[in-house]
């Protein structure tokens, strides 16, 4: 598919090939940046002092043995910082890879991953930082490489000379420009290489695209080691020459009514923030009514994580109030691999959203749509048709093209597209490109009306019984019918070899007495058998779920930490719970009924009165639990007996029945080893 021009919009300098043109472009003006550290700690900062003050870190850094090319892990402990280190590598013409300050050990281990690939490189940060990894690094056996860490590292809080500055060199459009490390991953990070050509591509189509003017001012709390924080807030406003704001992504998470408050205070017109943001937001705001005032704002830019439209509609209602104008959500789609922007609406142009059947977005399958009641909806918000300068192609597994309204695998190509990953000794990785050159992105989506649709990660899909199912559909579910708050719970397909039982995993957010977890189990259960018809999910107590910088869930890491038998033990302990924790009195045949049903049901919590077909059991489950039961008691049910008695009390009830009309006190008298010769209902045989 061609992508449409877009026009009547501020521009790039003319002439500018790489980004030292784009700052000093810039610097003519008397544009900048101001950042934000909580309610009142404001600094601005010109883009000619950015300038002045990148030349002189430069002058450290080339110090410190820097010479073209050589990459520089930025490790920033502010935005300030990091935007003073990265220009600073481009206009020395080194290559800087952005990595998030980690909290947690498997993110820290992110780090040391990625120094291993990288060829001499450089460190900057601060001693708070790398005091924080030496910590680490003495507890993981990761003294050696932390030891080369700590004499390449630059330490940015010890420079005191401010007054010499470093030597600028020339690039060319197709130098690195940027290694974007995934924010997924700890194990195997992929670096996503960009060139000065890709970036200036992209950079000009966003703005393009959000119609940027002189009258604009830009705000954004994204972190600027993610690529919507770093291009998308960054350079394509300082590519524009116009103000923008950049708020510390650490205030937004600890008081995110500060994002719309500072928005407003800065009269800021173009805001931006993926799903989770808009949750957090409204779940700080509770009942009460928003302080800000919010019309000076035209397109808040919605991307990086699956966009809710029932999310979209709710916040901007809350928003109403406080002038905004509905027409301002603007749901975008983009990948770093695209130097950020793929496709985007109209400005202005309002929500377009497709309800359709959950089960027809298989590879190759046409999209069935449904109404917004039905059982099987699935809500969709376009996000646009593609950027200036890029193309979008969908396709199934066998490399053929794929019509409009069939879901397929989405691919991009253009000048704003990576050539390749990063690999140590300067290779490149191009598995992810089509013999013809086209990208595959990982996603799953389909066009409407040249419009973008994405349904979700290819290799999220989890499949049970044949069915194709995406985790955050699952989880906004469950979030919708069971109660679970949002970033709360996270679904996945069991791992590797238990991959072929079409397991769904539920992990939950609980930190109670795993005795105490049983009802909230069930509650899962109830709602994915209700609202989806899927058989019992394994649902898993955990701690915390856990997340990219940008609040994206990583579904991986919980997996794996079920393939590896984490949660053994502790799903044994659930599995002998009770439902309700009072099932007294039981009868023989009642226990051997649940057991029954435990084993064709896994991580089932099963209570004596609990509707079976609440708990997820399919077709499929009935049957096996129906084979068993009648190796036990041959020919004392029918399969309809289930739905006349679909809990295990009256099963047993009418099961007893049934059985004492042809032998009295046969069933609890018969020993498994014997059940070939339990006596059948008269006149009848094997069903």
């Known amino acids: 598919m061609d992508a449409r021009a877009r026009s009547g919009t501020r521009t790039l300098m003319s002439g500018a090939e790489t980004l030292p043109d784009l700052l000093r472009h810039a610097a003519r003006g008397a544009c900048g940046i101001t950042y ?30 820097a010479e073209p090319n050589r990459p520089v892990v930025l490790l920033p402990a502010s935005n300030e910082a990091f935007v003073d280190a990265f220009w600073a590598c481009q206009l020395g013409g080194l290559i800087p890879v952005p990595v998030a300050v980690a909290n947690t050990p498997g993110n820290r ?31 993981t056996g990761e003294e050696e490489r932390f030891d080369a860490m700590d004499r390449a590292a630059v330490r940015l809080d010890r420079i005191t000379d401010a007054h010499r500055t470093g030597q600028v060199q020339l690039r060319a459009p197709g130098d690195i420009a940027l290694i974007q490390f995934s924010s997924g991953s700890t194990r195997t990070p992929k670096g996503v290489v960009l060139t000065h050509r890709n970036l200036l591509t992209n950079v000009g189509a966003i703005a393009a695209c959000i119609r940027l003017g002189k009258s604009d001012v830009t705000f954004s709390w994204m972190p600027m080691t993610h690529d919507m924080g770093l291009i998308g807030f960054h350079l394509t406003p300082l590519a524009c020459a116009i103000d923008h704001c950049l708020m510390a992504t650490e205030s937004f998470v600890r ?56 999310l979209c509609h709710e916040f901007q209602e809350r928003m109403a109030p406080c002038g905004l104008r509905p027409e301002t959500m603007f749901p975008v789609y983009g990948l770093a691999e695209a130097s950020l ?10 929500l377009r959203i497709h309800h359709v059947d959950r089960h ?37 597994h066998d490399e053929a093209a794929l019509p409009e309204g069939v879901t397929g695998r989405i691919l ?90 079409g397991r769904l995993l ?25 609202q989806l018809g899927l058989a019992a999910a394994q649902a898993i107590p955990v701690a915390r779920i856990p997340k990219t910088t940008s609040g994206k869930i990583q579904r991986y890491r919980l997996a794996e930490r079920y393939r590896t038998g984490e949660f053994a033990q502790l799903l044994e302990r ?44 399919g077709s499929l489950t009935l049957a096996q639990i129906y084979e068993q039961v009648e190796a036990h008691y041959p020919g004392a049910l029918e399969i309809t007996d289930f739905f006349d008695h679909p809990t295990v009390a009256r099963l047993a009830a009418h099961l007893r029945d049934r059985c004492e009309t042809a032998a009295p006190h046969a069933l609890d008298e018969t020993p498994e080893a014997e059940a070939d010769s339990a006596p059948r209902l008269q006149g009848e045989g094997k069903r």
């Open 574 to 617: 659930i599995e002998r719970l009770p439902a309700t924790g009072t099932d007294t009195g039981i009868t023989d045949i009642e226990r051997r009924l649940l057991e029954i049903c435990t084993s064709c049901i896994p991580g089932a919590i099963i209570g004596r009165d609990d509707n079976l077909f609440e708990l997820g059991t």
């Open 360 to 396: 027809s977005l298989g590879v190759g399958m046409p999209v069935r749509m449904c109404g917004e009641s039905d059982p099987a909806a699935l809500s969709l918000v376009g996000v646009g048709s593609p950027n200036r300068d890029c193309e979008v192609m969908i396709r199934d």
């Open 36 to 65: 934000l550290d909580g309610a009142h700690a404001e600094r601005r900062v010109a883009y000619r002092d950015l300038e002045r003050r990148a030349l002189n870190l430069l002058h450290h850094l080339q110090a410190a043995g």
């Open 412 to 501: 991009i190509r253009g000048d704003n597209v990576t050539a390749g990953y990063h690999v140590a000794g300067g290779g490149r990785d191009r598995s992810a490109f089509s013999a013809d050159g086209w990208l595959d992105t990982g996603d799953l989506g389909f066009l409407s009306d040249g419009e973008l649709f994405v349904a979700g990660r290819a290799k999220e899909i989890i499949f049970v019984n044949g069915r194709n199912l995406f985790p955050h559909d699952i989880e906004a579910l469950l979030h919708e019918h069971a109660g679970l708050e949002p970033g709360r719970v996270a679904a996945c397909g069991a791992p590797d070899d238990d991959a072929q039982d």
């Open 255 to 310: 008081h995110p009514l500060l994002w719309l408050r500072q928005a407003a205070a800065h009269r800021a017109t173009v805001l931006s923030s993926p799903n989770f943001g808009y949750r957090h937001l409204l779940k700080a705001l509770g009942d009460d009514s928003p302080d800000a005032d919010l019309s000076a704002v035209r397109l808040i830019v919605n991307g990086a994580e699956p966009i809710s439209a029932a």
């Open 506 to 530: 539920v992990f939950v957010v609980f930190r109670g007495a795993v005795e105490d977890f049983a009802p909230l189990a069930l509650r899962v259960r109830r709602t994915l058998s209700e």
């Open 341 to 350: 922007g793929v496709t985007s609406p109209e400005p202005g142009a309002p």
């Open 109 to 139: 281990l992110k780090l040391f991953r990625i120094w291993e690939t990288l060829d001499r490189p450089l460190l900057c940060t601060v001693q708070a930082v790398l005091d924080r990894y030496a910590t680490f690094a003495r507890a």
